[in-house]
């Protein structure tokens, strides 16, 4: 492949809107009559009753198995048999980021097409050709790149804004990443998340999530508290799941996501949601790049108004273990992961200082 080729990918549909559970049929009959469906526990009868009455009444099949827990090797070979025993067709995914990238890697180990219908609008995970395995004691393992996006891309905004706002607020942090991150890939014609060259859509969608995610995104949250959806809901969900998706595939992640994949070896960060470390993943982007002031401070302001966590002591850290973070920042620098898209070497050192300054302005941000 030759160093300038650009992509742009995305999902072949993304879908919003209320009631698309209990018309689930009308979404993947094209796809598939024999539906193995992937689910989150909280959800499962709900999926079954719902979705499942939607399959039974258009004379489709069904087959509702609960996830467990983690997506790891094991649990996506669990899932593959129990695909075939059921001669399924097509493979859905309802719930949480990692029960969605279970079923995007047991349907493309199974070849078969996949729908994925985000329960939390967490990650951006629903609509990328990625999925990010485990180890079973939790600690990263790899990236599994797919060939291609899922199918169909299902963003109930009733129940996305009827999930514990933590969740929505987890979302908009790793959605306010996608810019900053897809803008330093383009400046060092690094490499995006399918291993071509950003493309200029790729930072346009990008830059577009980041807009709206500041003109909508604290607006939403108001309303997900108080588990409404509003116009403002609607906009933020289409941000934080497909814009930053496709804004994140196309145009590449850099320092705050190759952060976050060393914080994960932390063990009092293991009940912090992904987006919550991302976002700290950003500011110690924004402090390794000397960002102007007037950017940083909006972006702080805007992590303040949405209620995510700024500090470590915000994120679970009581205690701050030197060893512990220099192994943070040797694991960020990891060769093949994303921090080697930053426009200009960074070493662990570099991202040990980072952390510490990021920290400190952000403490000073503190009420």
């Not at 009959?29 to 526990?41: L, M, P, R, S």
């Not at 995914?93 to 078969?112: R, V």
């Not at 009581?318 to 973070?325: I, K, S, Y």
């Amino acid at each position: 492949m030759t160093n300038s080729v650009k992509s742009v990918t995305s999902p072949k549909k993304f879908i919003t809107g209320k009631r698309l559970l209990k018309n689930l049929n009308d979404y993947i009959q094209d796809f598939g009559d024999k539906a193995y469906i992937i689910c989150d526990e909280f959800i499962l009868d709900r999926a079954k009753k719902e979705a499942g009455d939607s399959i039974q009444t258009a004379g489709n099949q069904a087959v509702f198995k609960k996830f467990n827990y983690e997506c790891t090797q094991e649990e996506i070979e669990r899932n593959r048999e129990l695909a075939r025993e059921a001669g399924a067709n097509i493979i859905v995914g309802i719930g949480g980021g990692k029960t969605l990238d279970t079923a995007k890697a047991t349907a493309y180990y199974e070849k078969l097409p996949v729908v994925i219908f985000p329960t939390i609008a967490s990650t951006d995970a629903p609509c990328t050709a990625l999925a990010v395995i485990y180890k079973q004691n939790g600690a990263f393992d790899r990236y599994l790149f797919l060939p291609t996006n899922p199918d169909v891309v299902l963003a109930d905004s009733e129940i996305l804004s009827g999930a514990p706002a933590r969740f929505f607020a987890a979302g908009i942090g790793d959605a306010l990443a996608t810019y900053f991150e897809a803008r330093a890939c383009y400046r060092s014609n690094g490499d995006n998340l399918v291993l071509m060259k950003p493309s200029t859509t790729g930072l346009g969608l990008a830059r577009l999530c980041y807009d709206t995610l500041l003109e909508n995104g604290v607006k939403a949250m108001q309303a997900v508290q108080r588990k409404v959806s509003t116009r403002a809901v609607e906009d933020t969900i289409e941000a934080t799941i497909y814009l930053s998706g496709v804004g994140a595939e196309s145009g590449g992640l850099a320092a705050a996501h190759a952060i976050h994949n060393g914080m994960t070896a932390v063990p009092a960060l293991h009940k912090a949601q992904h987006g919550e470390k991302v976002t700290f993943g950003l500011l110690a982007q924004l402090v390794l790049e000397n960002v102007p002031a007037e950017e940083l401070e909006t972006v702080i302001n805007f992590i303040k108004g949405v209620g995510l966590p700024l500090t470590l002591q915000d994120l679970g850290v009581d205690e701050f273990v030197e060893a512990e973070w220099r192994q943070v920042a040797e694991a960020a620098c990891a060769e093949g992961d994303t921090m080697g898209n930053m426009p200009f070497p960074v070493t662990p050192d570099d991202v040990y200082n980072a952390i510490i300054a990021a920290n400190a302005i952000a403490e000073s941000y503190h009420d």
